[in-house]
C-alpha cells in the first residue's frame, strides 16, 4: 500500500515557476514508476510526465516538453515536478500517481493516487 500527498500548488503569474512535490509512504516506493497528471476545468484528466523507478528514464507530454521537469528521490520518497514558464492553460488539480507496471502515459496502470493540489496560472 502506498499513499501519496502532492504540496506546492498555488497561484502564479504567467512565465513564473512553482515545484510540486509528492511524499509517499510505504517501503516500496523506490520501485514505482511515478507519474503526475492533472485535470483542467471541464476537461479529461491527461497525462504530464513520467520517471521510471530508477530516475533514468522520464516522459513529458509535448505541451511542458522543455518548460516542466520530473525527478526523484528515492532516499525522501519523495517525487518532484518543477514547473517553469507557466502558461495559463496549465490551470489544473495536478495529481501525483505511483504504478507498478504498463504505459507510462495511461492512468489506468498506475495504482496509487494522491488527493491532489490546484496551480492556479493567470494571465
Known amino acids: 500500500q502506498v499513499q501519496l500527498v502532492e504540496s506546492g500548488g498555488g497561484l502564479v503569474q504567467a512565465g513564473g515557476s512553482l515545484r510540486l512535490s509528492c511524499a509517499a509512504s510505504g517501503r516500496m516506493f523506490s520501485t514505482y514508476k511515478m507519474g503526475w497528471f492533472r485535470r483542467a476545468p471541464g476537461k479529461e484528466r491527461e497525462f504530464v510526465a513520467s520517471i521510471t523507478w530508477s530516475g533514468y528514464t522520464t516522459y513529458y507530454t509535448d505541451s511542458v516538453k522543455g518548460r516542466f521537469t520530473i525527478s526523484r528521490d528515492n532516499a525522501k520518497n519523495t517525487v518532484y515536478l518543477q514547473m517553469n514558464s507557466l502558461k495559463p492553460e496549465d490551470t489544473a488539480v495536478y495529481y501525483c500517481?505511483?504504478?507498478?507496471?504498463?504505459?507510462?502515459?495511461?492512468?489506468?496502470?498506475?495504482?496509487?493516487w494522491g488527493q491532489g493540489t490546484q496551480v492556479t496560472v493567470s494571465a
Open positions: 500517481a505511483a504504478g507498478s507496471s504498463g504505459l507510462y502515459s495511461d492512468p489506468a496502470v498506475y495504482d496509487y
